[in-house]
């Protein structure tokens, strides 16, 4: 039971609530920081990578450029021709750092190649639209929480010299970087410039219905009011849970759970027949009590 | 349809059979929004895109129903996830980035710039305190040129310098060639500088400041070395070219961090996230117009002041442009605002 409440505490350190302009209140769940801190690190492969090929791409055509024959270096299309190259590349580096998070997270999936692979996305703090400036404000801080201290870092230890700058960069990098862990929403400076926040993209399959299965069989189970009083909609989730799982071990210890606790001794062998029966009338019980307006959350709470 | 009809006759509970009758609305929507979330716009029809809207409400108040008369966890689940990815994109950035850039240069530039008025006018006085600092520093003691100026700067132009050579430094480069590598050089460079001053405002506007002194310091003190040779005015237009638009991009960056971080420090009756974000969602605006300003200031500073050498041409051209941004910001969009000005 106690590692049940802390797993649920747990859960809900990262859930928050969003309304809709319809008044729809939609459950979130704030990203780790583990999931961003990956993410971060696969956008910045890739833009290392398109940085690379790109260089790589540009120099193999600047080869191309010199070994053509009649055209000297001194020759003016062949200067102008390496300046457009020289240009291409200066201009491709300042949008791979600056542009590249901005384009993606426009897009109508609100994510970077990196966060998409690892299902999280920004949103509006407010629950209101995402908009281009929020994108934009959001941006343009990475350049200080992330690049700068990078160069710095690259800098000092080029040189040498780890002095007094060093460790500014250091303790510098370090506030930024650290910056979603001081605060409850995992904000980083961005975020709070530009209101926004990064929560999981959540994807699900449709399940199947769980009434037609058990009711294909005719019913050979009839728990009484007091059988199914016993349990709330906590355990109907867990019961419910076990059965999409479908693994027999579970099915059996769940099976001997509830036979103990309604004194029931219905044997061995038909498990699966027993819960689906079970969790069916528990469910018609719980919800038939729903539509009258009383809830019972789990088996601790008394029937009103 | 008669396999459907017998699945919810078979349906034991009534939330299944809310559920069975539903179904077929939400798998449609997620068709559409997997569609939509993978970028294949075109693929969809016209009547899907239309769809969206009204199966969004459909699949939201199906899950309000749901909440209140179902205790099938998984379903619930998956609706709440369609309801958000859905939410998403009905309530997206509507806009392509098109529509945002012609809206932007058609008044929510100007507008933000306009509204950030205070911070502007606080970043102007540091910006000449920093000229006039850099001045005094280097009157009073020559050394502080080379603590001011960076050494690729200061290639001959140092104290002591003829006359001639600070000239030089001016006038007669017309016979070389445009230099466009340079100009995309500078403009990567400024741009960096002022994304910099922008986000160091988030430090409550303070190292904003710091780099503001600084960078208007190297002018002073190099204002000052061609003030010692009489060349002041020929400086001052040679600087004018590119330097109108620059200097103004610098300002406006400041400014932008300035605003930032002045209404972290002072938010008044918002809390501190919400006054934040508001400015930051409008210096952001005044950013992206910077960066626009740096292009074209890169580009003056590598053309347009090779091409003209003389004083007089140069102050036209810095003139212009500083009419031209003026005129812009403070006279353009007046009439479609709503509300925005201060």
């Known amino acids: 039971m106690n590692a049940i409440t802390t797993a649920r505490l747990r859960g809900s350190d990262r859930a928050r609530t969003m309304v809709t302009p319809e008044g729809i209140a939609l459950p979130l769940t704030l990203a780790s920081r583990g999931s961003r801190f990956g993410a971060l690190l696969l956008d910045l492969s890739f833009i290392f990578l398109l940085m690379l090929f790109t260089t790589l791409g540009l120099i193999w055509l600047a080869g191309g450029l010199a070994g053509v024959e009649g055209l000297e270096a001194s020759d003016g299309t062949a200067g102008q021709a390496m300046q457009f190259l020289l240009i291409t590349w200066i201009a491709s580096m300042f949008l791979f750092r600056n542009a590249y998070f901005l384009f993606f997270e426009l897009g109508p999936r609100g994510a970077t190649p990196g966060k998409r692979m690892l299902g999280i996305r920004i949103a509006a703090r407010d629950g209101g639209r995402l908009s281009a400036e929020m994108v934009i404000a959001r941006n343009l801080l990475r350049d200080i929480e992330l690049f700068l201290p990078l160069v710095f870092l690259a800098n000092a230890s080029d040189g040498g010299d780890t002095g007094a700058a060093g460790l500014a960069a250091t303790a510098w990098f370090l506030v930024f970087a650290l910056f979603p862990c001081f605060n409850r929403d995992r904000l980083r400076a961005g975020d709070i410039i530009a209101g926004s926040w990064v929560v999981e993209a959540p994807k699900r399959k449709l399940e199947t219905v769980m009434s037609v299965r058990a009711s294909a069989t005719p019913p050979s189970y009839r728990f009484g009011e007091a059988e199914l009083a016993v349990y709330g909609e906590y355990e109907l989730q867990t019961l419910e849970r076990v059965l999409r799982e479908n693994r027999p071990e579970a099915l059996a210890s769940v099976h001997d759970a509830i036979c103990r606790k309604i004194c029931w001794d219905p044997g061995h062998g038909d498990e699966r027949a027993f819960l689906e029966a079970y969790y069916t009338q528990l469910r018609a019980r719980l919800e038939s009590g729903l539509r009258m307006g009383k809830r019972k959350a789990d088996k601790f709470t008394r029937d009103g | ?62 899950l309000s129903v749901a909440r209140e008369t179902s205790l099938d966890a998984a379903t619930l689940a998956y609706l709440e996830a369609l309801v958000q990815r859905a939410w998403f994109l009905v309530y997206g950035p509507r806009v392509s980035l098109g529509q945002w850039f012609r809206r932007f240069l058609g008044g929510d530039w100007s507008r933000a710039v306009r509204a950030i008025w205070l911070d502007l006018l606080i970043a102007l006085a540091v910006m000449v305190a920093g000229v006039v600092v850099g001045w005094l520093l280097v009157a009073s003691d020559v050394e502080w040129y080379h603590a001011l100026v960076p050494t690729e700067f200061a290639d001959q132009r140092v104290p002591g310098a003829s006359r001639e050579v600070l000239h030089d430094t001016l006038f007669g480069n017309k016979g070389q060639d445009a230099l466009s590598v340079f100009a995309a050089f500078l403009f990567s460079n400024n741009a960096q500088v002022s994304i910099l001053a922008f986000a160091l405002g988030f430090a409550f506007g303070v190292p904003t400041l710091l780099l503001l002194v600084h960078n208007m310091g190297v002018m002073g003190a190099m204002l000052w070395l061609y003030h010692g040779q009489g060349l002041t005015l020929d400086f001052a237009g040679w600087l004018a070219v590119h330097g109108t638009t620059e200097i103004f991009a610098i300002l406006l960056a400041g400014g932008a961090g300035l605003h930032i971080g002045r209404s972290m420090a002072f938010p008044g009756k918002r809390s501190v996230m919400a006054a934040a974000a508001e400015a930051g969602q409008r210096a952001s605006l005044v950013m992206a117009g910077v960066v626009l300003m740096l292009v074209a200031a890169a580009m003056l500073e590598a053309f347009a002041r090779q091409l003209i050498d003389t004083t007089s041409g140069r102050f036209a051209v810095g003139g212009f442009m500083l009419v031209f941004w003026l005129t812009y910001f403070y006279a353009f969009g007046r009439g479609s605002a709503k509300g925005a000005t201060p």
């Open chain 2, 1 to 62: 349809m008669s396999n459907g009809q017998q699945a919810i006759e078979a349906a034991a509970l009534r939330s299944d059979r809310f559920r069975l009758e539903r179904e077929g609305d939400w798998q449609k929507l997620e068709v559409i929004v997997s569609r939509m979330e993978a970028g294949r716009l075109r693929k969809l029809s016209d009547e899907d895109v239309l769809a969206l809207p009204v199966l969004y409400r459909t699949v939201a108040s199906s």
